[in-house]
């Protein structure tokens, strides 16, 4: 398993990190916790999950219960008063079974927190950092201009964002920007929600931009291996790589 920086967090995280957001998909508590020990004892120590999904949030939290200091560990929140996040905060470090999360991530596709806003929100997270509760913080949207404003202000670490083969030139600029910030890149769907069937494609070209994260998100062992796989040996990036990939963009584009 390779691990690289996660942006200016200097978080050592692998490249291939495990979306937990649809563990109750699993088949039951003992399929998700051997899906989540599979990938941990595999070299994943990057886990993503959610406060929208507290079911997925808790068979994540008692997976990893025993080993919680190894691994890195994120969630959300999209509550827009302080009171709100401070107390979505708390459920998920009781339901995780910690005292700390290692990323936060704000979900936001309106507005971008800024200091100084009447919303008080970033001065929320700012003082979450402080507190100990949360060691870094960013944002989650799937809104471009936000995603954009939210790198150049300069005011958060990471960046989640969907990211994929049938992906615009725009969002590929949003690539750059982020490595050129120094912002960490998270990849959601990066199957783009099931419409990419070639596994091998989608992996081999997540592999070319090396400050990209992407979260697979798993339900079954044989996704986890499949994943794992193609970690293991990943596809060549070569002419006839490219030609295949820009053939199924040039159709769903």
Known sequence: MEYVRLGKTDLLISRVAFG??????????????????KAYEEGIN???????????????????YDIRKNIILSTTTDSKLPDDII???ENSLMILHTDKVDLYQFETEK??????????????LVSLKESGKIAHFG???????????????????????????LS??????????????????????????GVIENIPLAFGFMRQYENVIPIWGVKTMQEMEQILYFNDHP??????????????RSFFN
């Open 46 to 64: 990057f886990f993503d999950t959610s406060r929208k999904t507290p079911e997925s949030e808790k068979l994540l939290g008692d997976a990893l």
């Open 235 to 248: 596809p060549v990036v070569d002419e006839k790589f490219k030609e295949d990939a820009e053939k199924i």
């Open 87 to 89: 107390n979505d905060l």
């Open 20 to 37: 937990a957001m649809k563990l109750t998909e699993a088949g039951g508590e003992e399929d998700a916790a051997s899906l989540v020990r």
């Open 111 to 124: 507005f971008l927190p800024l200091p100084g806003g009447e919303d008080k929100i970033y001065e929320t």
């Open 168 to 193: 615009s030139d725009s969002v590929l600029e949003l690539v750059k920007i982020c490595e050129e910030n120094d912002v960490g890149f998270i990849a959601m769907q990066p199957l783009c929600g």
């Open 139 to 165: 944002i989650v949207t799937t809104n471009l201009e936000v995603a954009i404003r939210a790198v150049e202000s300069g005011y958060y670490e990471t960046i989640q964002f969907p990211f994929n083969m």
